[in-house]
């Protein structure tokens, strides 16, 4: 059982080779996500493996605006409220190498989560095709030193002054190496952000972003950053 104040999706995403956080886990006030998690692999191919994943848990917040956000809280936030609840998810899926070039990795999955302090002119549980998730991503390596990665995302997260957000978003990511000490990458992602519960509407979110840096020594490395979003 772990004490999370942030997110578990984007440490295990790192873990299990997807990009970390496409979907932008931000969030205002304070929620502590007490949850539990199994993890299973199957290798049944020398580069090839079944993964099986399921978490569940619950999600408290701070009672009040006024202890989340301090005491400046604008009045027209007062009937906005945030919503302990319960949840779970179920992952099934396979990664492998399929060719000296490609990689691939994928999951699919399905999960709930239940608001049973909610009043009911709000948005209702999360359930149904909502709780449809997926994480897809194929990697192509056409030189040893240029990476491409082609990638699809569909979770949903909590959110305060409402109940969740679900995020379907393709990404693109590059990376390289130049010369041996020259290592650019750049990186473009489209976001459909929906939510629901008290705050009911959808975002779109654009970003776009490179890098260029240098390996001047083993122990040195420069460079500069730019990003729209």
Do not use: C
Request: net charge positive.
């Amino acid at each position: 059982v772990f004490v999370d104040t942030k997110s578990k999706d984007t440490a295990g995403a790192q873990k299990q080779g997807i990009n970390d956080d496409v979907t932008g886990r931000r969030t205002y006030g304070t929620s502590i996500d007490l949850y539990g998690t199994i993890d299973a692999r199957w290798r049944f191919f020398p580069r090839t493996s079944l993964l099986f994943s399921a978490d569940f848990g619950h999600v408290l917040w701070n009672p009040t605006l006024q202890e989340s956000l301090g005491g400046n809280t604008d009045p027209a936030l007062a009937n906005l409220n945030q919503y302990d609840h319960d949840h779970w998810r179920l992952w099934f899926g396979v990664q492998g190498k399929f060719s000296r070039k490609i990689s691939v990795q994928g999951m699919i999955g399905y999960g709930n989560a239940y608001y049973k302090d909610s009043p009911e002119e709000t948005a209702g549980d999360l359930r149904g095709a909502d709780g449809i998730l997926a994480r897809l991503q194929v990697h192509w390596t056409p030189l040893a030193t240029q990476r491409f990665s082609l990638g699809f995302q569909r979770d949903y997260r909590h959110v305060y002054f409402s109940k969740y957000y679900i995020t379907t978003s393709p990404y693109l990511h590059y990376n390289g190496q130049i010369a041996g000490f020259i290592l650019p990458s750049a990186a473009f992602s489209y976001a459909l952000r929906q939510y629901s519960g008290d705050v009911d509407r959808k975002d779109h979110e654009l970003r776009v972003g490179g890098n260029l840096d240098f390996q001047l020594t083993k122990w040195l490395k420069a460079g500069a950053h730019y990003s729209f979003w």
